[in-house]
């Protein structure tokens, strides 16, 4: 079993910034997927980023959200998963989730094995 606990949600002005935080138990973190999902209350989870996993065939790969595209980014340092938030929009509010799959490519569905306890984040106009 693998904990996964998120830090650096907030609130933010439109066209400000946020960088989230998913410090993983692991020392293996290289060996996982990790993705980003964010929830709306009445819509349905979406998946936000991932990254495949770095140590094998899969060598990091990154995939987004078409509309976070060019203002978001996914990367992995050490036991730790980030989420670098840039030109937040108030369509972006929502609270943000990370998750891991051992050995695994960038997946976009919410099957994921292990889960953060999310965090807030609100961007206003």
């Known amino acids: 079993q693998v904990q996964l606990v998120q830090s650096g949600g907030g609130s933010v002005q439109s066209g400000g910034s946020l960088k989230l935080s998913c410090a993983a138990s692991?020392?293996?973190?290289?060996?996982?997927?990790v993705g980003w999902f964010r929830h709306v209350p009445g819509k349905e989870r979406e998946w936000v980023a991932c990254?495949?996993?770095?140590?094998?065939?899969?060598?990091?790969h990154t995939k987004y959200v078409d509309s976070v595209k060019g203002r978001f980014t996914i990367s992995r340092v050490g036991n730790t998963a980030y989420l670098q938030m840039d030109n937040l929009k108030p369509d972006d509010t929502a609270i943000y989730y990370c998750?891991?799959?051992?050995?695994?490519?960038?997946?976009?569905?919410?099957?994921?094995?292990?889960w953060g306890q999310g965090t807030q984040v609100t961007v206003s106009s």
């Open positions: 692991t020392t293996v973190f290289d060996r996982y997927a």
């Open positions: 998750s891991a799959q051992y050995w695994a490519p960038c997946m976009t569905s919410a099957t994921y094995d292990y």
């Open positions: 990254i495949s996993n770095k140590d094998g065939t899969y060598d990091g």
